[in-house]
């Protein structure tokens, strides 16, 4: 395969695509694009692109795939300079955005008739080009929006040409995308962004409940330490299908206060089971809508060194971790060490190695 590839945006998502391609592919040409010039830089002397495009404008024209890797509001108005462009007529135009339906209404609107949405389903507690990680999508799923017979052609070469990532394509309309990301990913951001600053009024009038929350409630929370701007623009993009869902979630807590005012205990038993029964046959593959971390809680002695010690092994043992912190939810001669993993095999890894060279009791939740 003896291709241009034009990369707009060497970001963790961006870069990462690149790695990809030039493993499958050798021989593709891969351009990169930043508003950055240092990643630019990078990203050339590590060999993640090939060459460094002067404008988007003119590495356009040369290439035969195009991959937008910026914020969704940034590939509103490259989709539109793309459209003025005498660009090749097989070239084939996708991104990497988490809202479809917005995306694919601009690619239209520009004339970009050989436009396929997508969307890795991937992530990183790392950012941009010096987090290029060429397994980043393994066994993730990656959609590509499109439901028109005459994109097959463009759906299948991408699938081709993404072949490196080793992730599960799946097909879908602009709008079911939207609607199952938002159901999946972008409600629950908005929850746990409100629980976090919910807590954080109260914890002004309790404020032994800041050091109770080190424990479940920081975990359930945890996404809620994404990126402000990038969730402000996911928001504003995906606003039909989040109004809906949005009001269909306040219906339903309306409905649990007042199962609660009345003291309906068979209702709210329901409401529990069968959001246990529905968890449960959930699938067990952890790469979904919202990246997933596999946590490993280890018991330790409160003495100096005990972090070091830990860390020194895994760093031996060359596992990555995501992030580490000391859990301070009892009061013994123990702490609990929580360590977090991408990939369940690291975070089996770890536990093999921490229980072998020392005497640690080490489990998972």
Known sequence: MNQKVLIVGLGLIGSSLALCIKKEHPLVTIIGIDNQKTSEEFALKRNIIDQRGTSMEDAAVLA??????????????????????????EVIISDVGSTKVEIIEAAKKAGL???????????????GVTAADENLFENAYYILASSEIEKQPQIEALQKLLQGTRAKFVVLTAQEHDQITGMLSHLPHIIAAGLVNQSKIF??????????????FRDITRIASSDPQMWTDILLSNKEALLEL?????????????????GNKEAIFQFFYE???????????????????????????DVPGVIAEVTALLSKAQLSLINLKILETREDIYGILQLS??????????KEIIEKETDYLCYEK
């Open 275 to 301: 959001a246990k029964e529905t968890r449960n046959q959930m699938p067990v593959h952890k790469e979904g809508a919202i990246p997933a971390f596999h946590d490993l809680f280890v018991d330790v002695p």
């Open 203 to 216: 914890n002004g009038k309790h404020p032994r409940s800041r050091q109770l929350a080190a424990g479940g």
């Open 113 to 127: 008739n050989t436009f396929v949405g997508g969307h890795p389903m991937a992530g990183s507690h790392k950012s």
């Open 246 to 262: 949005m009001s269909s979630w306040q219906s339903e807590m309306a409905q649990v206060s007042t199962w609660i005012e009345n």
């Open 64 to 89: 035969d795939v195009i991959f937008l890797c910026t914020p969704v509001k940034s590939m509103l108005n490259q989709l539109n300079v793309l459209g003025k462009l005498p660009l090749k007529k």
């Open 341 to 350: 993993f991408k990939r369940q095999e690291d975070s089996e890894k770890a």
